[in-house]
Each structure stands twice: as structure tokens, then as C-alpha cells.
């Protein structure tokens, strides 16, 4: 099992940046595929970025491309999010999670964090 904990989220204006991170404890960081998740307000959850188990390959949904970055550094059991050039429509609660799967992005995830408010003003 793993335990995530998010940090970094905050309110920026339109055009800035965030970098978000996410803390893991547990079992072993570099066994899972890592991912991050969004959910604004009256939508469901959607898919953002993911990473493979060494971070070799990672993906991203089309409307992140080019402005977000998904990175992890195993050693200090920690997958960050770098946001750029941000937008209002990227307001949204931000989800770190874990996956056993080897597949880039997984199909499903195992362990979530409880995320973190990220506010794009206009």
C-alpha cells in the first residue's frame, strides 16, 4: 500500500505557473506508475498526465499539452506536476495517483491522495 499526500496548489492569475507535488510513503515509490488527476467543480474527474515506473514515458491529455510536465524523482519518492501558462479552465482540484499497472497512462489506479485546490484567475 502507499499513502500520497499533494502540496503546491494555491491561486494564480491567468498565464502563470503552479508545480505541484505528491509525497509517497508505503511500498516501494518505483513500483508504480504514477498519474495526476483533475476535477472541477459540477464535471467529473479527468484524466491529466502520467509517468512510467523509471520516467521514461509519460502522456498527457491534449489540453495539457505543451504547458504542464510530469516528472518524478524516486530517490525522494515524489512525482511533481509543472504547470505553465495556466489557465481559468484549468481550475480544478488536483489528484495525485498510483497505479500497479505498467501501462502508460493505466487503466486504473489503485491509491489516491486527497488532493489539492488549484484556483486559475481571469
Known amino acids: 500500500q502507499v499513502h500520497l499526500v499533494e502540496s503546491g496548489g494555491g491561486l494564480v492569475q491567468a498565464g502563470g505557473s503552479l508545480r505541484l507535488s505528491c509525497a509517497a510513503s508505503?511500498?516501494?515509490?518505483?513500483?508504480?506508475?504514477m498519474g495526476w488527476f483533475r476535477q472541477a467543480p459540477g464535471k467529473e474527474r479527468e484524466f491529466v498526465a502520467a509517468i512510467s515506473r523509471r520516467g521514461f514515458s509519460t502522456y498527457y491529455v491534449d489540453s495539457v499539452k505543451g504547458r504542464f510536465t510530469i516528472s518524478r524523482d524516486n530517490a525522494k519518492n515524489t512525482v511533481s506536476l509543472q504547470m505553465n501558462s495556466l489557465k481559468p479552465e484549468d481550475t480544478a482540484v488536483y489528484y495525485c495517483?498510483?497505479?500497479?499497472?505498467?501501462?502508460?497512462?493505466?487503466?486504473?489506479?489503485?491509491?489516491w491522495g486527497q488532493g489539492t485546490q488549484v484556483t486559475v484567475s481571469s
Open positions: 508505503g511500498r516501494t515509490f518505483s513500483s508504480y506508475t
Open positions: 495517483a498510483a497505479s500497479d499497472s505498467v501501462t502508460v497512462p493505466p487503466g486504473s489506479y489503485d491509491y
